[in-house]
T-cell receptor, first 111, second 119 residues
Framework: GNSVTQMEGPVTLSEEAFLTINCTYT??????LFWYVQYPGEGLQLLLK?????DKGSNKGFEATYRKETTSFHLEKGSVQVSDSAVYFC??????????FGAGTRLFVKA | EPEVTQTPSHQVTQMGQEVILRCVPI?????FYWYRQILGQKVEFLVS????????KSEIFDDQFSVERPDGSNFTLKIRSTKLEDSAMYFC?????????????????FGEGSRLTVL
């Protein structure tokens, strides 16, 4: 079945460090891939998305490239800020009624 | 900007009691969902709802759970007889269709959640 695997956290970084959160997926067909972010006490919100192979999604300095050959969609940011502290979820959607989420990766950024 | 709203934000109940969680999806969206999150971790799919019926449900969504769209705006999740393990954050989400037809882009719009505590 379809699934999403992302690196376990928590990830702790100093401000201005480089961030990578790994995400790989298993899916039949050609899924759309997403990163959602959950700030403390809030619901999930879409951070970025990519709908086909080699697409790069980007938003707020974050980016991720849809790699079909490695079935990956790793999230990166060149210089993190304290305000980026949150839980990040990788997700996939194959056009049906359900979006599947990874387990989430908690990021702490220290000043 | 339109948003998904959920009530209550927090509910405490005794085991065995019935609970209804309410959601108002974004008005022109056609797909509605309930997810739950235990202890701030994995987001688990419960059920999807389209065209006034359940379109897909997970193994978690057993006979104790039901959903309803009683009018044109509300979408509710009912738990008939709560158990301790139902304690979680419950998120409602909705999804628009895209211009290319029924599928759309797949982006989900989430509410801020209803925290359920079962004692």
């Amino acid at each position: 079945g379809n699934s999403v695997t992302q690196m376990e956290g928590p990830v702790t970084l100093s401000e201005e460090a480089f961030l990578t959160i790994n995400c790989t997926y298993t899916a039949t067909g050609y899924p759309s891939l997403f990163w959602y972010v959950q700030y403390p006490g809030e619901g999930l919100q879409l951070l970025l998305k990519a709908t086909k192979a080699d697409d790069k999604g980007s938003n707020k300095g974050f980016e991720a490239t849809y790699r079909k050959e490695t079935t990956s969609f790793h999230l990166e940011k060149g210089s993190v800020q304290v305000s980026d502290s949150a839980v990040y979820f990788c997700a996939l959607w194959t056009g049906g009624f359900k979006t599947i989420f990874g387990a989430g990766t908690r990021l702490f950024v220290k000043a | 900007e339109p948003e998904v709203t959920q009530t209550p934000s927090h509910q405490v109940t005794q085991m065995g009691q019935e609970v209804i969680l309410r959601c108002v999806p974004i008005s022109n969206h056609l797909y509605f969902y309930w997810y739950r999150q235990i202890l701030g971790q994995k987001v688990e799919f419960l059920v999807s709802f389209y065209n006034n019926e359940i379109s897909e449900k997970s193994e978690i969504f057993d006979d104790q759970f039901s959903v309803e769209r009683p009018d044109g705006s509300n979408f509710t999740l009912k738990i008939r007889s709560t158990k301790l393990e139902d304690s979680a954050m419950y998120f409602c989400a909705s999804r628009p269709t895209g211009t290319s037809g029924i599928s759309g882009t797949g982006e989900l719009f989430f509410g801020e959640g209803s925290r359920l505590t079962v004692l």
